[in-house]
């Protein structure tokens, strides 16, 4: 499997994504937010960073990179494009998922380990945990906070879109499990197709038991898994 990271001016997680993937014995290319090919690969990933030092907005430039169109030709085809925070918010600026993203509710930025409940384990990106399984995966950001209309929210449940929500070690899913004031707790969604996914946690920094947690470990062997497998 080939995994294309992209990098954008102002990216800081392209190596540690970078890292996670080489561990799992796969072959990853870095893909400069300038190309205008995707030379092959078979997985996209937008990693976290301040893409264009969040000017605007968090990914409202990134977007623009030439490499985005590459990005929205390869996901209309069914590639597999997984956005983790900073690639989270450029898929939504993008249009690539719904909603939008907010200033934290405290106005603060937010760096730490959270836990986040898995509510749909039948996607290409966690079909090797459970339902229900919580994991422990470090946030970082500033503009964590995702956002939808009424109506959007309803299309996300009845599409089974919501992937993780944040709650406590217990799994409870409440406003003190929240930790950004997110739609109901809302850490992570796909597309409705079940090819794109973006979250705001960071699975690259929990996949060595060096950095206290390897749960995020579990979400790159579930695509390369999927893959694997021509699912």
């Not at 078979?42 to 976290?48: A, E, Q, T, Y």
């Not at 085809?77 to 993203?101: D, R, W």
């Not at 929240?178 to 690259?204: D, Q, Y």
Request: charged residues 25%.
């Amino acid at each position: 499997m080939k995994f294309g990271i992209v990098v954008f001016p102002g990216s800081n997680c392209d190596w540690d994504t970078y890292y996670a993937l080489k561990d799992l014995n796969q072959d990853v290319k870095f893909l400069w937010h300038k190309d205008k090919s995707l030379n092959g690969v078979d997985s996209v990933i937008l990693p976290g960073g301040f893409s264009y030092g969040d000017y605007l907005r968090s990914g409202a430039i990134a977007k623009f990179s030439p490499i985005m169109e590459k990005v929205k030709e390869f996901s209309e085809k069914g590639g597999f494009v997984l956005g983790i925070c900073n690639g989270f918010q450029t898929l939504l600026e993008s249009e690539l998922l719904p909603g939008a993203m907010l200033r934290n509710r405290d106005l603060k930025f937010i760096c730490k380990f959270v836990h986040i409940k898995v509510e749909n384990r039948n996607t290409p990106f966690t079909n090797l945990m459970k339902d229900g399984e919580i994991l422990e995966i470090p946030i970082a950001h500033m503009d964590g906070n995702y956002f939808i209309d009424k109506e959007g929210l309803e299309q996300l449940k009845q599409n089974n879109q919501i992937v993780f929500r944040y709650c406590d070690e217990n799994g409870e899913i409440n406003g003190s499990s929240n930790p950004n004031g997110s739609l109901e707790n809302i850490a992570g969604i796909i597309n409705k197709r079940g090819n794109v996914m973006g979250m705001m946690p960071h699975p690259e920094r929990a996949s060595d038991k060096l950095l206290g947690s390897e749960d995020g470990r579990k979400l790159f062997l579930s695509l390369t898994n999927w893959m694997k497998n021509d699912r």
